[in-house]
């Protein structure tokens, strides 16, 4: 990306920040649906970071990108995991595995605003191993039906279009991948498709998490994604760069608790003076600080890698480089930044345990990263695995 587009990019996202900030605390604070954030978005055209101009995208590489949701993360996990949903797990497999048609019909509106997007891969019974889904499709002659569940999905109840995975039904055969078009008025009258809102999540109140239910929902021919068969291919080669968005959230996360903390810290009084003067706080302020270049360091050495892959897709060599490099980054970065929610909170004292400070809504919003887009347990199997050698791979 050149300098000049690289600036204009961080320009916009800094002032969609500043403009988002206020409006997210009162929504958080009420716990409800931050319903100024897709405008928001649509202000400052950053509803497809990476994703190719021609498509309406600013073309950004993976490192600029992940520079961007850093600082997008500075303002909550929530708001970093709408991004997350609708480009780098939504747009990302149709801008990779689409033809020229799907592009044009998906990437252009959702890059406006006018479609957005999801990724349901995650079922009842399916979730750190998803070759276990249940959902099926059949072909139907001129199309594909498809029958299932997919839970805890975000984006899932303000989606257009979501990105799907399904086993072909009665066979023994591989997972596909669909691109599902959500017909608001098949759903009105409860046609075949049932969605359901996540209401009892313990953080990121503001941006939506839901479920949703075919029932022998109909899919045109055109929108299987890739060739059939390719879904598991799809559905990993996304969550690389899912997980590398929730790696660069993470750095934004532990930013703003350090920012809170020395500004706190400096201002907050105790035993005749500013509390920052105790030695035991300025552990906390040592080691937030560390995680914090130790996270932002791999990530950025994650999405060089993520780079270098996009430029060789074919190379399977460069891709498990990225894939494990992006494993280390998302399970470092997400329990880094865990451990700077919490050393916010304590530093904040009783303030901390309160959601109308910064550090106790990011102690409750962050606690996901270290669950979705492949749990710690996943993250330290494949981790392990790739330093021992594949045969080696616990979850085979
Ligand atoms: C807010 C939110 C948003 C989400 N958004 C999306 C989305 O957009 N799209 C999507 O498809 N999914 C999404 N998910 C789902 C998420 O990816 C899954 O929850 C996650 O992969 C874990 O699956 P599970 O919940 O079924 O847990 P399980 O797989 O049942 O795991 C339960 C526990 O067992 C451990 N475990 C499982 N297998 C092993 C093993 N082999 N070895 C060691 N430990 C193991 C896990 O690490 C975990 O600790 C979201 C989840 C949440 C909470």
Not at 237 to 243: D, N, Q, V
């Amino acid at each position: 990306m050149e300098q000049s587009e690289f600036d204009s990019l961080m320009r916009d996202v800094e002032e969609f920040c500043v403009e988002l900030r206020p409006k997210e605390e009162i929504h958080y604070i009420e716990h409800t649906y931050n319903d100024e954030l897709i405008p928001l978005c649509k202000k400052y055209n950053l509803l497809g970071i990476p994703i190719e101009k021609k498509y309406g995208g600013r073309g950004a590489d993976s490192v600029t990108y992940a520079k961007a949701l850093e600082r997008i993360g500075k303002e909550g996990t929530g708001i970093r995991t709408f991004f997350s949903g609708h480009t780098s797990i939504g747009q990302v497999p149709i801008q990779m595995w689409g033809n020229e048609e799907q592009k044009k019909r998906y990437l252009i509106p959702s890059t406006r605003a006018e479609k957005i997007l999801a990724f349901g891969l995650t079922e009842p019974e399916a979730g750190s191993n998803p070759l276990e889904l249940k959902m099926t499709y059949e072909d139907k002659g001129d199309h594909f039906v498809l029958k299932g569940i997919k839970y805890l999905i975000s984006n899932a109840g303000i989606a257009d279009a979501i990105v799907t995975f399904a086993y072909p039904k009665g066979e023994n055969g591989k997972m596909s991948a669909f691109i599902v078009d959500i017909d608001k008025e098949r759903e009105a009258k409860g046609e075949s498709l049932m969605r359901q809102d996540l209401t009892t999540k313990l953080g990121m109140p503001t941006t939506n998490t839901g479920m949703f239910e075919l029932n022998d929902y109909p899919v045109p021919k055109d929108n299987i994604l890739g060739n059939e068969g390719d879904g598991f291919k799809i559905a990993m080669t996304t969550l690389m760069s899912g997980r590398l968005s929730v790696a660069a959230g993470c750095v934004g996360v532990i930013e703003d608790c350090l920012d809170e903390v020395v500004r706190y810290s400096k201002q907050r009084n105790q035993h005749g003076k500013p509390i920052a003067k105790h030695q035991l706080v300025q552990e906390h302020i040592a080691i937030i600080k560390t995680e914090l270049d130790a996270s932002r360091l791999l990530v950025y050495e994650a999405a060089r890698l993520k780079d270098l892959y996009n430029l060789n897709p074919s190379d399977q060599r460069v891709r498990s480089a990225a894939d494990n490099m992006i494993a280390e980054a998302k399970f470092y970065a997400s329990n880094a930044a865990w451990n700077a929610a919490d050393r916010a909170v304590q530093v904040f004292g009783g303030r901390g345990y309160s959601y109308l400070f910064r550090p106790g809504r990011h102690l409750q919003d962050v606690r996901v990263c270290r669950i979705y887009e492949g749990t710690d347990e996943i993250m330290k199997l494949k981790i392990a695995a790739s330093v021992l050698g594949r045969e080696y791979e616990a979850y085979r």
